[in-house]
Nanobody, 122 residues
């Protein structure tokens, strides 16, 4: 199983980015696929997760501090999820990681991607 995150880059404050995470090796729908981030000198933090799909509706959960600015979507046919980041600030600078759970019974994320760097300039 591999997770490939992409779409990071350098963006100005107030800008937007769309990150993508493609899973290979098996299908993870409808299990949770999520995004985390680690800013320089800080612990990894939860960004959001999406559950469902493949005939059922999807549900998304977000860190309270990020609600309204970040949106997760899912493309089941591509075994992928996306993270749309808007109104970015320098505090959003971090490496963004995607992760998946291997079943609905799992509470932990079993597989992790290598991450993609997002840098927001002021």
């Amino acid at each position: 199983v591999q997770l490939q995150a992409s779409g990071g880059g350098l963006v100005q404050s107030g800008g937007s980015l769309r990150l993508a995470c493609a899973a290979s090796g098996r299908t993870f729908t409808p299990y949770a696929m999520g995004w985390f981030r680690r800013a320089p000198g800080k612990e990894r933090e939860f960004v959001g997760t999406i559950i469902g799909g493949d005939g059922s509706s999807t549900i998304s959960y977000y860190a309270d501090s990020l609600k309204g600015r970040f949106t997760i979507s899912r493309a089941n046919a591509k075994n992928s999820i996306y993270l749309h980041l808007t109104s970015l600030t320098p505090e959003d600078t971090a490496v963004y990681y995607c992760a998946v759970r291997s079943s609905s019974a799992r509470l932990e994320y079993d597989y992790w991607g290598h991450g993609t760097q997002v840098t927001v300039s002021s």
